[in-house]
C-alpha cells in the first residue's frame, strides 16, 4: 500500500514564503518522478514543478522564478519551496507521483489528499 502524505500548507500574506513537503511511504519498487499540482477555486487543475529521477526540474509558466522543486537523497520525499506568494497562488496543492509498485505492475500515477494555501493580499 503506497501512501503520499502533503504537510507545510498554510495561511501567509503576499510576499512571505512556505515549503511543502510531500513524503511517500508503503512498498514501492520504483519512482520515476516527482510532482507538484495545484487547484484553486473554480479552475481546473495546473501544474506546478515537477523533477524526474534524472534530476529534470519542470516549472508553470506563473511560478517560474519563485518556485524551486526537490527532493532528498533517498527519493521518498519531494519538497516545493515557495517565495514570493501572490493571492493568485491560493490552492490546494497536490503531490503526485510516478512509481511502480512491484514487477508485476505498470508505473502508475498515485497523489496525495493535497494541503491548503492561502495568501492574503
Known amino acids: 500500500q503506497v501512501q503520499l502524505v502533503e504537510t507545510g500548507g498554510g495561511l501567509v500574506q503576499a510576499g512571505e514564503s512556505l515549503r511543502l513537503s510531500c513524503a511517500a511511504s508503503?512498498?514501492?519498487?520504483?519512482?520515476?518522478?516527482m510532482g507538484w499540482y495545484r487547484q484553486a477555486p473554480g479552475k481546473q487543475r495546473e501544474l506546478v514543478a515537477g523533477i524526474t529521477s534524472a534530476g529534470t526540474t519542470n516549472y508553470g509558466d506563473s511560478v517560474k522564478g519563485r518556485f524551486t522543486i526537490s527532493r532528498d537523497n533517498a527519493w521518498n520525499t519531494v519538497y516545493l519551496q515557495m517565495d514570493s506568494l501572490k493571492p493568485e497562488d491560493t490552492a490546494v496543492y497536490s503531490c503526485n507521483m510516478r512509481l511502480r509498485r512491484t514487477f508485476a505492475d505498470s508505473p502508475d500515477d498515485y497523489w496525495g489528499q493535497g494541503t491548503q494555501v492561502t495568501v492574503s493580499s
Open positions: 508503503g512498498s514501492i519498487l520504483a519512482i520515476y518522478a
